[in-house]
Structure formats: structure tokens, C-alpha cells
């Protein structure tokens, strides 16, 4: 086994102050295999990461690079090493051009004066076509985020890397962007390139890799070859107890019923395109699904009064509503969670108190204009005991809680205002399996105690397991809806694509409704 | 700075949910103490309420302006104005009353010339979107100019005041000066209302992340406005002041005091990025820049030094605070 490693990790021991990420932990990578890196957040994964690319440095261990001990004394030394670590968070020069960004570390080691433009685009294109056609003039603020991650993996690349780490790296990836990602993942592996894949996502961990290594609590679990391993058998790894159900159960056929919560007709947020109409009935979880930039998001934050109306109109519970701000659809309980927890969702230097009172400070307010502090807490407590947010009191600073428990108060701050209807984008991106499970599980209960859930996901399994029904989107129109007994990942892909309409369909369905 | 250890029973006791800064009111307290002592053995002049007094005093107005620039800040804004602002206020107000105007209406059309000021850049922020450095460096040196073309560059005399007037600036109750006395009031009322007040929450939620003050359906850009309106506001009420206190309105008045007063909220916890700071912490910042010039006078130290050193206390204060916030995340 130790004849064919290229990295070797033994016995490696980091903290952090009070806070011990990592302890004595174990980790084998094999030349020319794709190892997935599992754990939830907190197991230490990027811990391991970072101390491999020469980010930070561990208190205890060795570290054998194809044989030899070495010491990572910074990330050029890891660069030099033929270490490259593609971030979980797309870190690159927005103004600068592909070129540019991808052979920045070049750059910076030229001793010549003056920049060698031609030469850049030239070397830069050669790298970049690798991976995908990009014209390596272009500024990077002008790509999609998919492809601004495949300038992060080529930038990695251009340092002749023999071990490629990459933390997360479909995490705002659409499937047919992963798919190509992982076409290119396996060109890396078949070229030599030693891959270390983080992810969370079982079905991409299986479809791609040879081997998983699962990490808890800062300690090594256990490394299992792919073939001889089940996705049940690596998240009870993960979570060191059983998950007996991933996802909660679906709304019974015989309690389903043709009450719609919310009616959206003919709406539209673009001049000249065509209206979107679809029904949210009571007591279930309509998912949403299409690619990324298919216009989810633009749609129901047009509902949510987030962007002005071309057209359409909006009906809840039987009644129309005007909604023309985020502040009317608030008072007419329809609330919406966006997507990006961190750039748009939570105030991550506040309380999560006030967090949680940001949606509606009237109801909390005197009548001199003051806060009633009183019934901020109590308001704060009701909804984070009801929902398990793991914190030391109502003062705690968002930013010091979980992925989960963050995402956790900022669906309370929703629930805060007694909504008829949520509408969540992406409530589980970024958030660990057991936080993950939670959510959904609250999801189902509101959908059971009659509150109207919209869910958007990019993630095809949590789609199809959370969803009762689900809303495929593909430019900006409505080409399928999909029962529960028709979902399938394929079935999805195919309307997402375009690749298929079935919308007339769908549209008959809803006028029965 | 201690996020994590506060309120196991919340909201008794609890400060506002906003509040992380204690620590750094207690350390400036401390600091100060420190000093204090140190002071009243180092001179016999430091620990008498004639030397306490002139101390307040000189930071009294400053303080007023200091309270808008704290919520500025707090709001993800910055005001490089202010002491153009002070100081046209006094030339407004001054010129109106020399021309047969009483001193009270004229003060108000001041406060209003610089709530105007105030609306005009709050214009540019919100509705232009330009951002709150370059608009207020603008409108600093154009306010200014302002001062001039109105005084014609020469100091306006207001020996004429009423004594009424006058003793806003010069009067006292007993041994505590008026201005001693607005200062506080005006400080413990916003200090108050940050808070407490519903109104200045949004101030919080708005600098601390704006697309999700958005998202929760906050007019983050009205909020902006506003406290930009304020902070003109409380700088023209300052300008008031020091005219009655001064009896004078000269067009050069007020000329760098803004980088006094954003290294007062600064060194008191208000953050350049949004989001944090108090009224009180800025208060303190205020206080320990004056006990210091203070010591450094009494001390016989060189003029020429003292702003060294009041840079150096900015930038050891900064650091620290960088240093906390690393190290927690």
C-alpha cells in the first residue's frame, strides 16, 4: 500500500487556541487515485487541507510526499511541491483577465520589468483549453461562477501539481456543470494527477471516486474503497450515529388536496418574455429544479416582490394580493430565504436575537418606538428551542454558529412572522448531513401543520426526496411538473435541458386544479 | 469580542442583542483610570475640577459631532465633512443674525443650511450611488468654500449677541457649564435610542449587511439617507454652540476636526466596515484623546508631539481590535 502513495499523512495534530481541529489524524493518498474527503463541517477536512497546501502548519505529525518527509512551510513551498488546493471559495482577481489570474504565481515570480502579454495568453490558453474553451482574455468577473471554478482548477494546474486537492468544488455548480467537472476530474486522474475531492454530496462521491476517507470531530474514522462501501454506511460514519431515514416522509396520497395556499398567474419579470403560472397546494413541498441562471430565483423573488413585475398577479389562500415590495408579501405571510446565507441572508456580526427580529420590528416595538427587549427574547427562544439551534444564549454572534445552526435562525427569522407561505432558495447549500436531515424534517413539518413550502435546489437527490411535487425550470419558463411518483434525476435533467417540454401537460393538470 | 459567553438567561441583564463591545469599555475605562492615576501623581494641576472641567469642555461639542459620525459609521457611512459643516452653520447663522435676523431663528436656519447639506449628500449616496467617502470629501472642500464666500474670508464678529444667547456657549449652572450639560443630555438620548430605539435596529441591520436588511424588507437606502441627514444635523447643532460660545464665526473653524472625530469612534469601537460601535465606547474614545492631550499640556510636552501621539493611540487601538477580531474567527 505504502509503495504506491504519493502523500502519506501521519499522525497529524492541530489546534487552534482552546479548539483541537485535528487529532493524530491518518490519511493515504495513493498515486493516481480520486479519494473523497468526508466529514461534517467541523470534522476537520479543510483543517487538513490547508495544513497540506502550507496555509497552516500542524502542531504534531509527518507529512511523506512520494517517500520523503517534507515540511510545508507556506503554500509556495506547497507549489513547489506540486501541491495544488482549488478553495471551496472562488478566490480570484474579478478585474484581471483569466490569463491573468491563472498564472498569477507566474507573474509573480517574473523578474522581468514589463509584462509579457502575449506570451501570458498564449501559455494561459494552452492550460485553459485543457479544461474547457474560455478565451483567456476575458475578464473573470464576466464568466459564470462554474466557469470561474474551472480558472480556479486551472490555475491550480499550471503548477505542474502532482496532487490536486479540491474542497467542495460543485458546490455552486449546476448538474450538467458538475457532470462536465467530473469528466475533467477523471482527464486529471487518467493524466497521473492524484486527486483529493471534498464533498458532501454522496452521489457524486460514488460516481466519481475510488476511495473515501471519513473524518469526525477532528479524528480519522475510517478509509473504505467506494466499491466496498454503501452512501448509508458513509454517513453513518459521518454523523457516528445512525440516520435511519435521509429524508422525511412525503405527504400520503389520500391526505393530498386541491386547496391552493398560493396561485401565481401569467407573472413575469422581463419585458416581452413569456408569463409563468403554477399552484402551491395545501400541506406540500413543491420543489423547484432547473440549471443555474435558468431564472429560479428571479421568479419567485418576483412573487416575493423582491423585483418589480412585468405582469402577473398573486393570489394566497383564495385572495388576491398586490404585492409590490418585499414589505407587502412580509404582511401577506409570504417570506422568502435566499440562497447566499452569508452575501444576503444573516447579519453575521449580530446576535441571534436580532437576527431573528429583523423581518418584522414592528411587532416588537413600543409604542414610544422602543424595543421591547422582553418580547425579542422570548420570541427568539420559542423559535430556536422549537428548532435545535446548538448556541450558548440569544446573545451569540451568528458568525460563531455552524453552516447549519446559521441556516437554522434564518429560517426562525421567517417562521418569526407567522408566514402563510416560505419560499427557501437552496436551504441546505453548505450545510452538514445531520443539520441537513433536521431541516428537511422541519420543512415537512410545516408543510404538515398547513403552511404553504416552496423549496429550490440545485440537488437533484434532495429535490426528489423532499419534494411532493417539483416545478422544472429552463429559461426563464415552466417546461415540466413532475409528480412524486415520476421523479427521477433523469426525468429532471431532460426538462432542465430543455431537452424535453411537457409543460402543455402540466398545464392541463393545473386547470383541473 | 466575548460573543460566546453572555446571557444564558437572555434579555435579563442581557445588554441590547446588538451590544458585543463591553470589553472594550471596561479596557478604555481602565486605560484611562490608569492614566488618571498616573497623572495625579505626576502633576498637581490633573486631579482639580478647574483642570476636569476645561478637559469636558473641550470635548463637549466635539462630543455632539462625534455622536452622528458613530452612527454614520455604524450605518457603513462616513462623513469627512463634519467640520466644514460646524462651521458653516456658524457662518449661516452668524451672517443672518448680523443682518437684523434674532439669534435663535437664525440658529435654526443654520441647523437646517446643515441638514440640507446633510439631504444633498445623502442624495448622492442614495440615489447616485457614489459612496460616502468621495461624496463627504466633496462636500467637505465645497462647504468650505461656502464658508468663505459668505464671510469673504474674514471672521465675523457677534460681540452683539444677546447675553441670553451667550450663555448657552458661556453660561452655567453653578459650577457645571450649559454646554457640559446639552453634551450629556444629547449623549445619553442617542445612546438611548441606538440602543433601544426600533428605528436606529435598522441602523444595526443596514451596516451590518445590507442586501439582508434588504431581504428583510428594510429600505436600507431611506436608512442611509436619514443617518446622513443626522450626522449634518448634530454637526450644524455643534457649529451653534461654539458660535455662542466663541462669540465669533470665523470661515477656517472646524478644519481637520473630522479626523478627530473618527478616530474617537474608531478608538471606541465603531467598525470603518458597518455594523458595530457605540455612543458610548465613541464617548470614551473622545475622553481618552482629551485626558491625554490634557497630560501631554500639563506634562509640558510639545505641541509639535501631541499629534504624534494621538496618531499612535488611533493606531494601537486599531490594531488591537484587528488583532481580537482575528483571532476569534
Redesign the interface.
Known sequence: MTAAAILEIRDISKSFGAIKALTGVDFTLQRGEIHALCGENGAGKSTLMNIIAGIAQPDEGAIRLEGKYVTITSPSAAQRLGIGLVHQEIALCQDATVAENILMAAVNNRRAPLMNFRRLYADAQRIMDLLAPIPVETPVADLSISNQQLVEIAKALTLECRVLMLDEPTAALTETEAQRLFAIVRDLKARGISIIYISHRMAEIFSLCDRVTVFRDGRYVATDSIASVTPNDVVRKMVGREITQLYPQKLSPERRTDRPVLSVENLSYRQGSAGVSFTLRAGEILGVGGLIGAGRSEMVQTVCGLRPKVSGSVELNGEPVSIRTYSDAVRAGLVYLSEDRKASGLFLDLSVASNISALDLRKLTTPLGLLDRRAEAKQATDLVVRHGVRMSGLETQVSTLSGGNQQKVAIARLLSVGPKVVILDEPTRGVDVGAKVEIHRLLRDLAERGIGVIVISSELPELIGLSDRVLVIHEGAIVGELGADELTEEAIMLLASGLRQQRSNARQVQNVA | MD??????A??LG?R???R?GSMREAGLIAIMLALCIAMTFASPHFLTWGNFRAMLMSFSIEGIVVVGMTILLIVGGIDLSVGSVVCFSMVVSGALFLMGLDPWTASLIGIGASALIGAVMGFFVTVIGLNHFITSLAAMVIVRGLCLVITKGTPLSLFTLPPGFKAIGQGSFGNVPYVIVIFVVVVAIFDFLLR????F??V??TG??E????????KTKQVKFWVTVLCSTLAGFAGIIYMSRFGAATPTFGAGMELNIIAAAVIGGASLNG??GTIFGAILGMALLSVVTSSLILLDVSVYWQDMIKGCILLAAVSIDHFLHR???
Not at chain 2, 211 to 218: D, E, L, N, P, V
Open positions: 460573543a460566546e459567553i453572555k446571557a444564558s437572555p434579555g442581557g441590547n442583542g446588538l458585543l433601544r430605539a426600533t428605528a435596529r435598522k444595526f441591520y451590518s449587511n442586501k439582508a436588511a434588504q431581504f428583510s424588507g428594510i455594523g458595530s483571532r476569534k474567527s
